[in-house]
Every structure is written in C-alpha cells, then in structure tokens.
C-alpha cells in the first residue's frame, strides 16, 4: 500500500484547506468536501481519525464545523500521516528483529529500511501545514490576473 494513498491525499488536502482559513473560522465539512472534491461521507471519516489525533478540533453550533486545533505552523505533515497511518511508514511494527551475525543480508537489509524510514519521518517533520498553506497560495497567485485577491 503507497504511502500516500487517496486517504492520506484527501487529509491533507483538508488541512491545507483549513490552514487558508482565518484562525476564528470554522469550515464544515461540506464546504471542504466542495473545495477539494472529496466525498463527503470519505472526508468525515478522516476528519474523524484527524480529530481524534488532536490534528482538528470540531466546533458545535451555528457557525460551527472544523477548524485545526493548532496554529498551521505547529502542525506538521508528519503528523498528519501519523494520525492516519501510524508511527511505521515503511517498516511494519512486526516486522522481525534480523541478528547481525545471522547468515544471509537480512541485517544489512533492515538496517536500510530504517535508515530510509528516518529519513522520510525527517522530511515530513520538517514541512508543516503553514508551508503547504504558502506553497498553494503561491501557486493560486501565479495563476491568477489579480495576484492576492
């Protein structure tokens, strides 16, 4: 299974999509179903594996719906892929312990695994949503007549 499927593709489209919003606006559901092209019922789902990671907090009443528990740039990708996939990326959690003096390259093998693990856990610490947020906002303005508006 990739790494980044359609779950992890429509979660972070989602937070991006909060992250563009002003601090004190709360985005329902639909309204991010609609801007990303996302089913709505998928997208619940996921906001309900984000809320549950403490990634959103979700907000009752009129005016209500969804909106990052945390500033954007306190938010990490990494973060969001934890909250849906888990702490091991790559390497599955049962994957087996290879002795170093066994035969064969298992060790040398594993000891790859989890150098590129790390790295890839690098990465995605290293990117928050602020960043995504800035990344689409250039790209909208590149696009647009009316850079800005």
């Given at each position: 299974m990739p790494l980044f499927s359609a779950?992890?593709?429509?979660?972070?489209?989602?937070?991006v999509e909060l992250a563009?919003?002003?601090?004190?606006?709360?985005?329902?559901?639909?309204?991010?179903?609609?801007?990303?092209?996302?089913?709505?019922?998928?997208?619940?789902?996921?906001?309900?594996?984000?809320?549950?990671?403490?990634?959103?907090r979700s907000i009752r009443g009129?005016?209500?719906?969804?909106?990052l528990?945390?500033?954007?740039?306190?938010?990490t990708v990494g973060d969001v892929v934890r909250a849906l996939v888990g702490e091991h990326l790559?390497?599955?959690?049962?994957?087996?312990?290879?002795?170093?003096?066994?035969?064969?390259?298992?060790?040398?093998?594993r000891k790859y695994e989890e150098e590129v693990e790390n790295r890839l856990k690098a990465i995605l610490d290293s990117t928050t949503l602020e960043d995504l947020a800035a990344?689409?906002?250039s790209l909208d303005d590149s696009l647009s007549l009316m850079p800005g508006i």
């Open positions: 779950k992890l593709d429509y979660a972070l489209r989602a937070v563009l919003q002003p601090a004190d606006r709360a985005c329902q559901s639909r309204e991010i179903a609609a801007a990303q092209d996302i089913r709505g019922p998928y997208l619940d789902q996921i906001l309900a594996a984000l809320k549950r990671q403490g990634i959103v009129a005016g209500g719906g969804y909106a528990a945390r500033s954007p740039r306190k938010i790559l390497i599955g959690a049962s994957a087996a312990k290879v002795d170093p003096a066994s035969p064969g390259s298992g060790y040398t093998i990344r689409k906002q």
